[in-house]
């Protein structure tokens, strides 16, 4: 300290205080700037979760509707704060199954950062979100749909997935061998449910299978969520009138959710002449409502189509581009 001392003493006392003072200005500099990045760090943050949040929304609309995918996209957007605070949305581009959705804040003001000169910076965000559909799925049912009955069926539709001894294709009742054949492995897979790929061939499974279909059923249907046992119970619609596969009711989900809730093989329409190589080519959802083997020979199962939008966690399910051909539509942020 002497040598200060002896600064002070030679008549230095104004540049202390000019070093001082510069270091204080530098000081007060900084930490407006910290203020500033910090607010405009959590903006930033806010406009993603809009742009998130109006793109998910948009996707839902998608393929059916590109214009009330925008409209809806542009809703969302005004729900999540934009609009105000200077808060505009840049553009909105549509695909066929993919939406992107630009937010921003030109512009915005600075609160401290004035001081070192700097009036505004341009704050956005950008999110896509887009429409998949599982092309490997587990829980599927060892039964078939033909192209042309999926096609032309509508949500809500009841359809007969096994048939009794009335209506017999050469032979075939509606069974599939999936992993194996034989009268065993159909059961299994009725009770646990099969994993099964698109494009994958298999062969049907001739035979009425009255037993092992009836005693399948009862046991898959026994183990049901009582709270996931009716059709509006494990779907519903939302205000665009889009169908939802309830969380709690979804077997994808890592958890059993409900039994009645299952995946179907779509496959080409073709003559079935006892054991038939088919190759699939969709998979349909569809909600079991039960199952009728009265006498001997009689046996039908019978489900209610359904497509609707369903989240998938199933390590043992796959995702991959949209397809019509499948019942189940996942929708995600994938930018």
């Known amino acids: 300290m002497r040598w200060l001392s002896r600064l002070i003493k030679k008549g230095e006392e104004g540049q202390v205080l000019v070093v001082a003072a510069l270091g204080l200005a530098a000081l007060l500099g900084f930490a407006a700037l910290a203020i500033d990045v910090g607010f405009f760090v959590w903006e930033r943050r806010a406009l993603q979760n ?34 105000d605070r200077g808060w505009v949305v840049e553009s909105i581009n549509v695909d066929a199954t993919a939406i992107t959705v630009s937010v ?8 401290l950062g004035r001081v070192l000169g700097l009036l505004g910076v341009n704050v956005g965000a950008r999110s896509t979100a887009a429409i998949n559909s599982p092309y490997r799925l587990s829980n599927v049912m060892p039964w078939m749909l033909k192209r042309s009955v999926y096609e032309a069926a509508s949500n809500d539709d009841l359809v007969i997935l096994k048939y009794d001894a009335r209506n017999p294709e050469q032979g075939n009742f509606g069974p599939l061998a999936i992993g194996r054949r034989g009268a065993a492995a159909y059961r299994r897979n009725i009770e646990e449910g099969a994993v099964v790929e698109l494009q994958g061939e298999y062969d049907t499974e001739p035979g009425n299978m009255v037993g092992p279909t009836e005693q399948g059923l009862q046991r898959r249907l026994s ?28 077997p994808w989900l890592g958890k059993e959710g409900s039994k009645r809730v299952v ?69 995600r942020l994938v930018q």
């Open 223 to 250: 183990e049901t969520d009582m709270e996931c046992d009716e059709w509006h119970e494990a779907f519903s619609l939302d205000g665009g009138g889009t169908l939802h596969l309830s969380p709690r009711c979804n």
């Open 263 to 331: 995946a179907i093989p779509v496959v080409e329409d073709t003559d079935l002449h006892g054991r038939t190589r088919v190759r699939i080519v969709g998979l349909a959802l569809a909600f079991l409502e039960g199952f009728q083997c009265p006498r001997g020979n009689e046996c039908q199962v019978r489900a209610r189509l359904v497509k609707a939008v369903a989240s998938l966690e199933d390590p043992d399910s796959l995702l991959g581009p949209f397809d019509p051909n499948v019942g189940i539509r996942v929708l």
């Open 104 to 111: 921003a804040h030109p512009n915005a003001p600075l609160m």
């Open 50 to 83: 809009a742009a998130d949040a109006s793109a998910l929304a948009g996707v839902m609309e998608l393929p059916n509707s590109p214009t009330a995918a925008v409209a809806m996209a542009n809703d969302y957007a005004v729900r999540n704060g934009v609009g």
